[in-house]
């Protein structure tokens, strides 16, 4: 598939594809950028909508939408526990390009009112988790499902963006066995989990220098 993206807002690309709409790609040419939501400090969660996204239409989305993820992982991510950097950030399109074709692949994205990213999350079926003795998944049936990621703008926080994002996903993946692994210091985002059904598995040492990570799981 091309680089090039269609012309137009956020709001525009991803209601048309969501719409079953055939968009036209070009080479060389870029997505509109549409600056960060002027408003994005007072969204509220009615300015906020979740958008699911699977197969061609979620390509479509990964490859149009590349610098706006980055721009999201990087404003959501960048503070500890994570830490993340640019360069980890400009790596994140590229590695949902590569998942993306994966079956079973689903992308969630919220949008403000006037077409802003204000955040994404996605997964695919892949498993076992690691160190799942701790808490073993079924052997028998469906593959395991990452929750790979889910990012919220700090702007965007307690809009309901987060919860909404994380039913999105799992109502499109279909009843089987989840797993995740974030930071165990993510104080916020281990009670979010929590509240959706998730149960902490077992604690993963961290890369050098960091945090310590978790792993949690979810049967259904």
């Known amino acids: ?9 956020y709001a525009d690309v991803i209601g048309r594809a969501a719409a079953g709409t055939t968009l036209r790609w070009s080479a060389g040419l870029s997505c509109r950028r549409v600056p960060a939501h002027p408003a994005a400090a007072g969204t509220r969660a009615d300015q906020v909508k979740v958008t699911t996204l699977t197969g061609d239409l979620a390509s479509l ?14 404003a959501a991510f960048a503070g500890p526990p994570w830490n993340e950097t640019p360069a980890r950030a400009r790596q994140l399109p590229a590695r949902m390009l590569a998942e993306v074709r994966q079956p079973g692949f689903v992308l969630a994205l919220a949008l403000t ?17 690691p160190d799942s003795s701790a808490y073993p998944l079924p052997s028998a049936g469906p593959e395991p499902f990452q929750l790979c990621e889910l990012a919220v703008r700090p702007s965007a ?11 999105g996903i799992l109502a499109v ?22 509240s959706r059904g998730w149960q902490v598995g077992r604690v993963l040492p961290g890369d050098a220098g960091g945090s310590s990570r978790l792993l949690m799981t979810r049967r259904y």
């Open 113 to 129: 009112r006037c077409g802003g990213l204000a955040g994404f999350g996605y997964g695919l079926p892949r498993g076992p988790a």
């Open 61 to 74: 989305a990964v490859g149009g939408l590349a610098a706006a993820l980055a721009d999201v992982f990087l």
């Open 1 to 9: 598939m091309s680089a090039g993206v269609v012309d137009g807002t």
């Open 157 to 167: 926080r307690g809009t309901g963006a987060g919860q909404a994002l994380h039913d």
């Open 173 to 194: 993946s279909g009843p089987r066995p989840r797993w995740l692994v974030t930071h165990l210091a993510a104080g916020p985002a281990v009670r979010l989990y929590q």
